[in-house]
């Protein structure tokens, strides 16, 4: 459910200091780090509320729920909330009117888009776009099982029923960086975002179309469906470890796959 509308689900627990204090006063239990969440921060609550402007999921006039459905949505408090409003309205990303709201501002005339970043991909190879891809996809592993919420994963599913139906190459393409960008978009990251974006429209200057053999038969696109659908299910058991391991084995397929047919 996005953030206009009443949010009733909520991202994973929070462990708070509280939750874990030792048992037995003469032995303390040391909680498993990887599944300790952390009470968020100032910076991590301005991260996130940016990342919801960033992805779309608030758009420019879009009212912003109320401090008390953010603070539950984000599992912060006011304070932290407040924070980051007072800081995003700073920077022009929202707007206040005095008795309606605080509202999704315009996007400002010079504020820096990707579209608007040097443009230094003219040589870019369908190599190149997939060996950026596995150096950088891996390493969303952690935030995807740390930050994926219930909204997340259900449009994560949607995004892989439509790369499952896709019935030809080029939506199954569209359909691939759809989920692949869906990722990028969990981590709540608006930078690693951003990246993967520049990836996407590097792709378009890399002679992709040219790659026929990459997923020209219907076996070949289901296999491919297949590796992003157990990338997903890890997502959803939030197995950062799976995660690392199956993004690296898809991507790796692939890169041989071009690789081979280059050299052919």
Known sequence: MPLNQKLTDQTPGTVMQSDLQETNPTHAVMPDVAQVRLAPNEVDVYRRVRSSLDSGELEPG?????????AEFYGASRHLIRKAIQRLEKEGRIERAVGKGTFVAQPQSDEIEPSALPDDTGTVSPIDVLEARLVIEPGFSDLLAARA???DLLRLEGLIASLEAATDQQ????????????LAQ?????LLTQIFE????????AGWGRLQHLNDTTEARAAQARA?????????DRDADVIRKLLRAHLHSMLSTVVYHKDA
């Not at 879009?62 to 953010?70: G, H, I, Y």
């Not at 969990?186 to 608006?190: C, D, E, I, K, Q």
């Open 149 to 151: 919420t219930q909204n």
């Open 186 to 190: 969990t981590t709540r990251n608006p």
């Open 171 to 182: 939506a199954f393409r569209e359909a691939g960086y759809a989920f692949h960008l869906g």
């Open 62 to 70: 879009d009212r912003l729920p109320a401090e008390r459905e953010l």
């Open 228 to 236: 992003n659908r157990l990338i997903f299910e890890a997502v959803r």
């Open 198 to 205: 520049l990836i996407i429209q590097a792709r378009a200057k």
